[in-house]
């Protein structure tokens, strides 16, 4: 069994049994939100020195480092290709298809996977944030959803603005995660080939676990159910959504992250909520693990 990785930029994950962990805290203000490009192909040579040839799931700390899945899927183009291609499928209460003028953020690599020759398509589930209501329509990169690469599925949202354009098909929208998850797997149930995983807890319900961003209402259940049903399926994964706190030194970052209003979080609370993550980390790599190839 190949051993989980922790790319350790925020501190935040806790101890993982037997995982592989990655000391990156100095890139932490560099990185975290986002980065220019140049900076984020720096830390893809980073990786590339560091990480092992194998491992498992990949846990990357806060949300706010969840734009690092791109990295970690484009690692993949030595095994996959358009012949033999992968999909994508993302776990998220946002879409990260985001527009963004200063490189790369954690809201807009979605885009930049569905570009991958190798990814047939990227499927993001559990979204109920506004970002894909018609308000946010104009900031959403729309090209993926056209070419008929990206796929949102989400609940509690009103999209009918997307069927005025022709992207019904690429918005499936439910009244509860029951039956997201069902109609999902009917989807899944009618292919057989490769499946990378991308959990952001934020599309939990605050009753499972808090982190810093605006959550979704899927449970834990709802992700093993989709887990269990890719089966073997699965040639690599990865989580984030802790919870964690950082001051930038960047004004541009200040004013940035300022727009998502996350408010302080007394340091007794913050480790409570960290020990909850701890506890669905466990359960989601004990999934991941049991119905993630080895091999491929």
């Given at each position: 069994?190949?051993?989980?990785?922790?790319?350790?930029?925020?501190?935040?994950?806790?101890?993982?049994?037997?995982?592989?962990?990655?000391?990156?805290?100095?890139?932490?203000?560099?990185?975290?939100?986002?980065?220019?490009?140049?900076?984020?192909?720096?830390?893809?040579?980073?990786?590339?020195?560091?990480?092992?040839?194998?491992?498992?799931?990949?846990?990357?700390?806060?949300?706010?480092?969840?734009?690092?899945?791109?990295?970690l899927?484009?690692?993949?183009?030595?095994?996959?290709?358009?012949?033999?291609?992968?999909?994508?499928?993302?776990?998220?209460?946002?879409?990260?298809?985001?527009?963004?003028?200063?490189?790369?953020?954690?809201?807009?690599?979605?885009?930049?996977?569905?570009?991958?020759?190798?990814?047939?398509?990227?499927?993001?589930?559990?979204?109920?944030?506004?970002?894909?209501?018609?308000?946010?329509?104009?900031?959403?990169?729309?090209?993926?959803l056209?070419?008929?690469?990206?796929?949102?599925?989400?609940?509690?949202?009103?999209v009918?603005?997307?069927?005025?354009?022709?992207?019904?098909?690429?918005?499936?929208?439910?009244?509860?995660?029951?039956?997201?998850?069902?109609?999902?797997?009917?989807?899944?149930?009618?292919?057989?080939?490769?499946?990378?995983?991308?959990?952001?807890?934020?599309?939990?319900?605050?009753?499972?676990?808090?982190?810093?961003?605006?959550?979704?209402?899927?449970?834990?259940?709802?992700?093993?159910?989709?887990?269990?049903?890719?089966?073997?399926?699965?040639?690599?994964?990865?989580?984030?959504?802790?919870?964690?706190q950082?001051?930038?030194?960047?004004l541009?970052?200040?004013?940035?992250?300022?727009?998502?209003?996350?408010?302080?979080?007394?340091?007794?609370?913050?480790?409570?909520?960290?020990?909850?993550?701890?506890?669905?980390?466990?359960?989601?790599?004990?999934?991941?693990?049991?119905?993630?190839?080895?091999?491929?």
């Amino acid at each position: 069994m190949n051993k989980p990785v922790i790319l350790d930029f925020d501190h935040s994950t806790g101890i993982i049994t037997d995982a592989f962990r990655i000391e990156l805290g100095q890139w932490q203000e560099a990185i975290r939100f986002g980065c220019s490009q140049a900076k984020f192909k720096q830390l893809q040579a980073e990786l590339a020195r560091q990480l092992p040839e194998y491992y498992g799931t990949v846990l990357m700390g806060s949300g706010d480092y969840h734009h690092i899945s791109l990295l970690l899927i484009k690692r993949l183009q030595q095994y996959f290709n358009a012949a033999n291609p992968i999909q994508v499928v993302i776990f998220d209460n946002h879409p990260d298809n985001m527009r963004y003028l200063f490189g790369i953020h954690c809201g807009s690599w979605v885009s930049y996977v569905a570009q991958l020759p190798f990814v047939s398509h990227v499927h993001v589930l559990g979204i109920t944030s506004n970002d894909i209501g018609l308000a946010h329509c104009w900031e959403n990169r729309l090209a993926p959803l056209f070419q008929g690469k990206l796929t949102y599925w989400c609940m509690d949202v009103q999209v009918s603005w997307a069927k005025k354009i022709g992207l019904q098909q690429a918005f499936r929208a439910f009244a509860s995660p029951e039956e997201l998850v069902s109609a999902f797997i009917q989807v899944q149930q009618q292919t057989s080939g490769s499946v990378y995983v991308s959990i952001d807890k934020d599309v939990l319900g605050k009753d499972v676990v808090q982190t810093n961003w605006d959550q979704g209402r899927m449970q834990l259940e709802h992700l093993l159910t989709v887990i269990a049903a890719l089966d073997q399926r699965i040639i690599g994964s990865d989580i984030t959504g802790e919870v964690s706190q950082w001051q930038y030194t960047s004004l541009l970052k200040r004013l940035l992250s300022a727009m998502d209003k996350q408010e302080p979080i007394p340091a007794a609370t913050l480790a409570a909520w960290q020990q909850q993550h701890h506890a669905v980390n466990q359960q989601l790599l004990n999934a991941l693990a049991q119905h993630q190839q080895t091999t491929f």
